[in-house]
């Protein structure tokens, strides 16, 4: 069964500095897809950046991009000049590739960002 | 246009009664996913529906939970006999997804149910 893990329970950064987030996760697919979730205190969980495993370049969103390491099973997300509407939760998920119905996410425990001013 | 919406925002129910949470996904989108998230637990798939049926039930924690989709469109989640533990987040999401293309189509996400046993 695949899993996600993510190391860091809380991260705290300063604004306009950037942070990294960890995650690494388990699958014996050679094809999927890789997500990073926010989830504010509104409970909404919102789509920050996606990765497709057979895609070497690394995905970026304005302030945010990963670094996706497929040998080592390891996607973490940065976030550069940090604002204070990026504290949140944020959820790394996987997704299987094509085939069959199992759309369904993986998540991870999640990693409590704070930012401070 | 609308996004995912869910209802009720926030629920209190006693031990023992029935709750029903509603879910109206994006229209024409046909995928629609229900996600547990709990303290203990974090964040759990329950069940996928594609259309009107339901080939994945496999995170369903027991039989007291049930789901059903109509119209290719609103989803209920029914628990039974809720029990303390079964006090979460409960968060739908819902994607178009695309025959023959890759299952990436992102998931859009409501903005959950709290349920609270007491």
């Known amino acids: 069964a695949q899993t996600v893990t993510q190391s860091q329970p809380e991260m705290s950064v300063q604004e306009a500095e950037t942070v990294t987030l960890s995650c690494t996760y388990d699958?014996?697919?050679?094809?999927?897809?890789l997500f990073w979730y926010k989830q504010p205190p509104s409970r909404q969980m919102i789509l920050v950046i996606r990765?497709?495993?057979?895609?070497?370049q690394n995905a970026t969103e304005n302030r945010f991009s990963v670094n996706f390491q497929k040998a080592a099973k390891s996607f973490s997300l940065k976030i550069s000049d940090s604002q204070l509407g990026d504290a949140a939760m944020y959820f790394c998920a996987y997704r299987k590739s094509y085939g069959g119905s199992q759309g369904n996410l993986i998540f991870g425990k999640g990693t409590k960002l704070s930012v401070k001013p | 246009g609308a996004g995912v919406s869910q209802s009720p925002s926030n629920k209190v129910t006693e031990k023992g009664k029935d709750v029903e949470l509603r879910c109206d996904p994006i229209?024409?989108?046909?995928?629609l996913y229900w996600y547990r998230q709990s303290l203990g637990q974090g964040l759990e798939f329950l069940i996928y529906?594609?259309?009107?049926?339901?080939?994945?039930k496999s995170g369903l924690p027991s039989d007291r939970f049930s789901a059903e989709r109509t119209g290719g469109s609103v989803s209920t989640l029914t628990i039974q006999r809720t029990q303390q533990e079964d006090s979460a987040v409960y968060l739908c999401?819902?994607?178009?997804?695309?025959?023959?293309?890759?299952?990436?189509?992102?998931?859009?996400f409501g903005p959950g149910t709290r349920l609270t046993v007491l």
């Open positions: 999401a819902s994607s178009l997804t695309l025959a023959g293309s890759p299952l990436y189509n992102e998931q859009f």
């Open positions: 529906f594609q259309g009107n049926s339901a080939p994945d």
């Open positions: 990765q497709e495993a057979y895609k070497q």
């Open positions: 229209s024409g989108h046909t995928a």
């Open positions: 699958t014996s697919e050679s094809d999927y897809y």
